[in-house]
């Protein structure tokens, strides 16, 4: 371990998920020896309160990473693409939250509760999955090693703040303006999302899915490294601020009881059990704000298959599904002696 901690950056630090990077780093008490908060231009001298103190934000340039050890990005896609591959050269290590690297056959793809091991074999960048996926592959992580997946049909309910600050204000506004009766503001959506569900993330592609929906193809596919198995995903974006739901339908490569499965998952890293419906807990989006674990309930058999499984999942998309994820991603370099 460096003497006396890391010389850490975050990339995109007056964001939704930068700032969350940042109090995770406090909260689970990395070992920061000097913390470097990087922007746009736009945000120079905004200050982020850490362990304390108050941290400037200071501009993202090529210049940055000059003797940092690791940087947390989380700026958008075009902006990793073209400062990341600029930090691994001067030795900093990359945790980047966008899409750029995802799928790049030399970019580990990390969930620490499910591919540790991937981490070994990064050449200064890593990647942090979607926030939809990562929540998917920890709940599927024990079953996956148990019995083997052979096909997961996925259809996710995914806050507002998966997009971003612009339309956590968005939702609020046309809430207020709702209940007023007033004309509803709408800039981030392609329609309203107050009161609404939009079945609709990302690009549209040709073949009738969308980005989003293509991610979790992909993501599941190389982070349990199996090209094998069959995804089929649908997106959609709700009314809700923080914390991502998906129903999860999995068929199985070999039985799976419910009780065996909720054994499974009750002992699984990560995951929270919420699962008594007839009193009324299952999983919730308000329960899973501000929290890091992912919430697995209604688990049930599938009755139109013989070896499937139901179940809902619940996370914050925020912390879990990206700043958490991103922290837990340094704290594995650390154990391993990769930093």
């Not at 007033?182 to 690009?203: D, K, M, R, T």
Request: charged content about 20%; some cysteine.
């Amino acid at each position: 371990m460096a003497q006396n901690g890391y010389r850490v950056a975050v990339v995109g630090a007056t964001g939704a998920v930068g700032t969350t990077m940042v109090r995770v780093l406090e909260e689970r008490r990395f070992p920061v020896r000097e913390l470097k908060l990087l922007a746009s231009s736009r945000s120079v001298g905004k200050q982020i309160s850490f362990r304390g103190a108050q941290v400037s934000v200071e501009e993202l340039t090529e210049d940055s990473f000059q003797g940092l050890d690791v940087a947390l990005f989380s700026a958008g896609a075009s902006v990793s693409r073209r400062f990341a591959p600029i930090a691994a050269r001067v030795g900093c290590v990359v945790v980047d939250n966008s899409s750029a690297f995802r799928m790049d056959p030399h970019t580990p793809l990390v969930v620490p509760e499910v591919n540790p091991h991937a981490v070994r074999h990064h050449q200064g960048i890593i990647a942090n999955p979607n926030c939809s996926t990562i929540q998917m592959v920890v709940a599927l992580k024990p079953i996956q090693d148990a019995v083997g997946i052979q096909r997961i049909v996925v259809t996710t309910f995914q806050a507002v703040s998966g997009t971003g600050m612009k339309a956590i204000q968005e939702l609020r506004r046309q809430v207020e303006a709702t209940v007023k009766g007033e004309p509803l503001p709408q800039e981030v959506y392609p329609h309203q999302i107050a009161f609404n569900c939009l079945p609709h993330i990302g690009s549209f592609l040709d073949s009738g899915y969308t980005e989003e929906e293509m991610k979790m193809v992909n993501e599941t596919r190389k982070i349990f490294e199996d090209p094998d198995i069959q995804v089929c995903a649908t997106t959609v974006r709700v009314p809700v601020y923080y914390g991502h739901s998906e129903s999860v339908a999995v068929e199985m490569r070999k039985p799976l009881e419910v009780q065996d499965a909720v054994a499974l998952l009750s002992k699984a890293q990560g995951v929270q059990v919420v699962d008594d419906p007839l009193a009324g807990r299952y999983p919730m989006p308000l329960d899973a704000e501000g929290r890091d674990e992912t919430f697995v309930g209604r688990i049930r058999k599938d009755i139109s298959i013989p070896n499937g499984l139901v179940f809902w999942v619940v996370a914050d998309n925020i912390r879990k599904g990206a700043a958490t994820n991103a922290v837990q991603i340094a704290e594995l370099l650390v154990q391993e002696g990769l930093l």
